[in-house]
């Protein structure tokens, strides 16, 4: 009888590592960490729509092409040397085109290499500030022509005649210019000349040696003694007129015109 009761015992312990079995079963309710891949595959998008921008740059290619089209504008070209009434012979560097005050404007660049300065000029009123082309070669002979003439001094003070001379600097006009040249003129048996008649002299017979080189295709050095050239073959002046000069150009501009009158009485008679 002891015997039989003891055999369910060890059958009831067998059964219970079977229920245990249904724990290991609940682990799959872990799977719920899933979910992480949509995530990361969201970000992904975004880049796509940040790389459309990038082919923007490509507007300014345009401006690009007008540049190159403006190469001549009212007859005169890039490269060209032309007198500007004010400073004299300059090259045209450029065509160009700029926005002022919501408005586009044609400049021609002039650049004064001697002056070191660069200057812009609209290309519509080119006309109104006198800029032309070079002389001639003919109109260039006939300056130097004039050259050799006999100095020519009107009846007025030093101030009056030192604006017309340089109303003719300005005027852009070559045979004007050699016309101040000639008149200012002093050989080296002459006095020296009063400080203001030297700028005068020196500002003409830059602007007119400038010229002349650049048609001529040589230096200044050599154009201001071909200038020099013509001016000895112009008559001189006899000592009593020197003197009377040089007395009117000491004046410079003062109320009294004894020196000036008398200056003019000599040159006419000679």
Same mark, same amino acid.
Do not use: C
């Given at each position: 009888?002891?015997?039989?009761?003891?055999? %369910?015992?060890? =059958?009831?312990?067998?059964?219970?590592?079977?229920?245990?079995?249904?724990?290991?079963?609940?682990? %799959?309710?872990?799977?719920?960490?899933?979910?992480?891949?949509?995530?990361?595959?969201?970000?992904?998008?975004?880049?796509?729509?940040?790389?459309?921008?990038?082919?923007?740059?490509?507007?300014?290619?345009?401006?690009?092409? &007008?540049?190159?089209?403006?190469?001549?504008?009212?007859?005169?070209?890039?490269?060209?040397?032309?007198?500007?009434?004010?400073?004299?012979?300059?090259?045209?560097?450029?065509?160009?085109?700029?926005?002022?005050?919501?408005?586009?404007?044609?400049?021609?660049?002039?650049?004064?290499?001697?002056? =070191?300065?660069?200057?812009?000029?609209?290309?519509?009123?080119?006309?109104?500030?006198?800029?032309?082309?070079?002389? &001639? %070669?003919?109109?260039?002979?006939?300056?130097?022509?004039?050259?050799?003439?006999?100095?020519?001094?009107?009846?007025?003070?030093?101030?009056?005649?030192?604006?017309?001379?340089?109303?003719?600097?300005?005027?852009?006009?070559?045979?004007?210019?050699?016309?101040?040249?000639?008149?200012?003129?002093?050989?080296?048996?002459? %006095?020296?000349?009063?400080?203001?008649?030297?700028?005068?002299? &020196?500002?003409?017979?830059?602007?007119?040696?400038?010229?002349?080189?650049?048609?001529?295709?040589?230096?200044?050095?050599?154009?201001?003694?071909?200038?020099?050239?013509?001016?000895?073959?112009?008559?001189?002046?006899?000592?009593?007129?020197?003197?009377?000069?040089?007395?009117?150009?000491?004046?410079?501009?003062?109320?009294? &015109?004894?020196?000036?009158?008398?200056?003019?009485?000599?040159?006419?008679?000679?």
């Amino acid at each position: 009888m002891p015997n039989k009761t003891a055999k %369910p015992a060890v =059958k009831a312990t067998v059964s219970k590592p079977a229920a245990a079995k249904p724990a290991v079963a609940k682990a %799959p309710a872990a799977k719920p960490v899933a979910p992480k891949a949509p995530v990361a595959a969201a970000p992904a998008k975004a880049p796509v729509a940040v790389a459309k921008p990038a082919v923007k740059p490509a507007a300014p290619a345009p401006k690009v092409e &007008e540049k190159k089209v403006v190469t001549q504008r009212q007859g005169f070209k890039a490269n060209e040397f032309v007198v500007y009434p004010a400073h004299g012979v300059g090259q045209i560097l450029a065509i160009e085109e700029q926005e002022i005050a919501g408005a586009k404007l044609e400049l021609f660049v002039i650049n004064f290499i001697k002056d =070191k300065m660069t200057l812009r000029v609209p290309t519509a009123k080119v006309a109104n500030v006198g800029m032309r082309k070079l002389s &001639e %070669p003919a109109l260039v002979k006939k300056a130097l022509e004039t050259l050799k003439g006999r100095a020519r001094v009107k009846r007025t003070m030093w101030s009056r005649r030192a604006q017309e001379y340089e109303a003719k600097i300005n005027s852009g006009d070559i045979v004007a210019i050699a016309e101040v040249v000639r008149d200012l003129y002093r050989s080296e048996s002459q %006095p020296e000349q009063s400080y203001s008649e030297r700028q005068l002299y &020196e500002a003409a017979l830059d602007r007119l040696s400038r010229e002349i080189a650049v048609v001529q295709h040589s230096t200044e050095t050599e154009a201001v003694k071909e200038i020099e050239a013509q001016l000895a073959k112009s008559p001189r002046r006899t000592g009593a007129k020197t003197e009377a000069a040089d007395g009117e150009a000491d004046a410079e501009g003062e109320t009294d &015109e004894t020196d000036g009158d008398g200056t003019t009485v000599a040159d006419e008679a000679a």
